[in-house]
């Protein structure tokens, strides 16, 4: 149970250093796509489900920039957790674990999807997370921050640590 609290600990270290590590260079109003991708790749073990999968699946609807940081991180880090990274311009037919979705896509559609599948979304669009997608990567004040749609996030049955409901922005 000690080494349990202690890797906890560690962990929460390790993301409260790249929040702050990123808020030195993020100024503009939205983060560059590796500095998403490293972040969402530091709050997964923070969720139940995701956290104990072997390997992610992951799927990103138009944002090449994404795409290519997604593939990156796995190739380079040899980011272990990393499985599946695809591709497309629509909604998958299939399950993933993780979709990276942007305003284009339908949002009724989305959210259908995500609770078929229990499937994670993610957007830069704060707008969207309010609106129902569960999970945003995004600047305010010029400093990374993520956003949650909690009443999402419980409807596809995500269970997050209360480490990230305490540093993200939390929307009913």
Do not use: H
């Not at 600990?9 to 796509?33: D, H």
């Amino acid at each position: 149970m000690l080494l349990n609290s202690v890797n906890k600990l560690k962990r929460l270290f390790v993301l409260s250093l790249v929040l702050f590590s990123v808020s030195t260079f993020s100024m503009a109003s939205e983060l560059p796509a590796n500095l998403q991708v490293v972040l969402l790749s530091k709050l997964m073990p923070y969720e139940k489900a995701l956290s104990v999968k072997p390997k992610l699946s992951i799927f990103v609807i138009n944002d090449q920039a994404v795409y290519q940081a997604f593939n990156l991180l796995k190739a380079k880090q040899r980011n272990e957790q990393l499985g599946n990274i695809k591709f497309g311009n629509a909604l998958p037919n299939k399950a993933y674990d993780i979709i990276y979705l942007d305003s284009q896509v339908n949002l009724s559609d989305a959210l259908i999807y995500s609770l078929k599948f229990n499937s994670l979304l993610v957007t830069n669009e704060i707008d969207l997370v309010k609106q129902g997608i569960t999970l945003g990567l995004s600047v305010k004040n010029g400093r990374p921050m993520f956003f949650l749609n909690k009443k999402s996030s419980d409807a596809t049955g995500l269970s997050w640590d209360k480490t990230v409901l305490d540093i993200a922005t939390l929307y009913n």
